[in-house]
């Protein structure tokens, strides 16, 4: 796992979102029987899960965008 205290709260917020949009696409592919998804799903959730406790050790609500800005 890679050392969270290095990224940005902007790069950690980019990285959640970007997780979030993979999980959705890989919702939809499960809809429609493309086999292969459910480890995705379950990578990025943890890595989604990863970013929610570093925001929290940083003291913000990563749902809260305004309240990420980096010092």
């Keep these: 796992m890679a050392n969270l205290e ?3 709260n902007a790069e950690l ?8 949009n993979d ?4 919702l939809a592919c499960s809809v ?3 086999p292969g998804t459910k480890e995705r799903l379950v990578g990025n959730m ?7 406790i570093e925001c929290e050790r ?5 749902a809260k ?6 010092d």
Excluded: H, K
């Design 46 to 52: 943890d890595i989604i899960n990863t970013i929610i």
């Design 58 to 62: 940083r003291g913000f609500d990563p």
């Design 32 to 34: 429609t029987g493309i």
């Design 13 to 20: 917020l980019f990285d959640r979102q970007e997780s979030f």
């Design 6 to 8: 290095n990224f940005s």
């Design 23 to 26: 999980m959705v696409a890989c």
């Design 65 to 70: 965008y305004q309240e990420a800005s980096d």
